[in-house]
């Protein structure tokens, strides 16, 4: 690599883009910032203005409020920024989520954010983009991390509902994706009876459901009856699993939808009795299809597990480098 700056530049919170002056998924307030997702490790308040796809500006503006200059950028819109041409494509991670494709001086850079290549009813399919320089997460980077089919995770959770008529299954799941995809996943299989929500889970369902995801009936547990509740499947943050909250359930098996669930401490460490391994983010061998699809001339790691990728990278005549950017992990999200 040469050692005259690059028109990117890799920051520990964010990646700075030069002649474009502008930052993508800065963790400090910035003058202009594009985002790639709604997830609070990509995305913060206190930013003056910002480009996003409109779905995740929705869900930003939801969490965080207003900025004073908001840009809607949609997918495959190309806008020119000071020199530079800015695009964003479907990343499959999550409703809105997108891969941020930079065109300067011939050179083509996409930053993926973070992505998944399996289908996912609550968002639009990853856009394979060709490039240089690929800048991808690495959250599951490892061998070992290979994500089993959905539908058979699924199936798990409707068995054990079946099995369990006088309880429920309460499974945890992030509020921003995660919860979203359970419940449409739980829909392509048929289920059609109503879905209980955590308070916490119910502005992020209604905001999926005004962009035209398909959620079926949903219904608070604030204000239902434990003998309603019998039966049901219901949805909390993963933090309420454990919490006082849970004992107006009726006899609940507590279960969790992660990527991380395949790690059986981790299961374990949360009293989770039936893990779902359902993850919104590549596995070991998404990443490396992706990067031999995408056939960049370099990778870039900005988090996750990167030395086992950097090495495949190395073996297939890659060259590789990890960003080690801070804060990219969220425990729960996976
Ligand atoms: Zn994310
Ligand atoms: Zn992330």
């Keep these: 690599m040469?050692?005259?700056?690059?028109?990117?530049?890799?920051?520990?919170?964010?990646?700075?883009?030069r002649p474009a002056n502008a930052w993508i998924d800065a963790s400090r307030p910035v003058s202009r910032a594009l985002i790639t997702h709604g997830h609070a490790d990509h995305a913060r308040g206190g930013h003056d203005a910002v480009w996003a796809?409109?779905?995740?500006?929705?869900i930003i503006n939801l969490r965080y409020g207003r900025y004073p200059g908001e840009k809607a950028v949609d997918y495959g819109t190309t806008l020119?920024?000071?020199g530079v041409k800015v695009s964003f494509h479907p990343a499959g991670h999550v409703l809105g989520s997108a891969q941020i494709r930079m065109e300067y001086q011939g050179e083509t850079v996409v930053v993926t954010g973070?992505?998944?290549?399996?289908?996912?009813?609550?968002c639009a399919p990853f856009e394979l983009v060709p490039c240089d320089i690929f800048i991808t997460e690495a959250t599951f980077g490892l061998p070992v991390?290979?994500?089993p089919p959905t539908s058979e995770e699924i199936g798990k959770l409707l068995a054990m509902r079946e099995a369990h008529p006088d309880g429920c299954v309460l499974v945890g799941a992030y509020a921003l994706g995660k919860a979203q995809r359970v419940i449409t996943e739980l829909r392509a299989l048929g289920y059609d009876d109503p879905i209980y929500l955590h308070g916490a889970l119910e502005k992020m369902c209604a905001?999926?459901?005004?962009?035209?995801?398909?959620?079926?009936?949903l219904l608070p547990v604030a204000g239902a009856d434990k003998a309603d509740l019998r039966g049901t499947i219901v949805l909390a943050p993963p933090s309420a699993l454990a919490d006082r909250w849970?004992?107006?359930?009726p006899d609940p098996v507590t279960s969790m939808a992660s990527g991380w669930m395949r790690v059986r401490a981790r299961a374990q460490q949360r009293g989770v009795e039936l893990p779902l391994i359902i993850s919104d983010h590549a596995d070991w061998d998404e990443l490396t299809t992706t990067i031999r699809e995408v056939a960049p001339k370099q990778v870039w790691v900005t988090h996750g597990r990167e030395d086992a990728l950097l090495r495949w990278c190395e073996l297939h005549q890659i060259?590789?480098?990890?960003?080690a950017m801070i804060g990219r992990e969220d425990e729960d999200e996976g």
Excluded: C, Q
């Design 2 to 17: 040469s050692s005259a700056p690059h028109w990117i530049e890799p920051h520990p919170h964010g990646i700075f883009v």
């Design 53 to 58: 796809t409109p779905e995740t500006l929705a």
């Design 80 to 82: 020119d920024l000071n």
């Design 114 to 122: 973070d992505f998944k290549r399996r289908p996912d009813p609550s």
């Design 145 to 147: 991390f290979r994500h």
């Design 207 to 217: 905001l999926y459901a005004d962009h035209g995801v398909a959620m079926g009936p």
């Design 246 to 249: 849970s004992r107006r359930l």
């Design 319 to 323: 060259k590789a480098r990890a960003l």
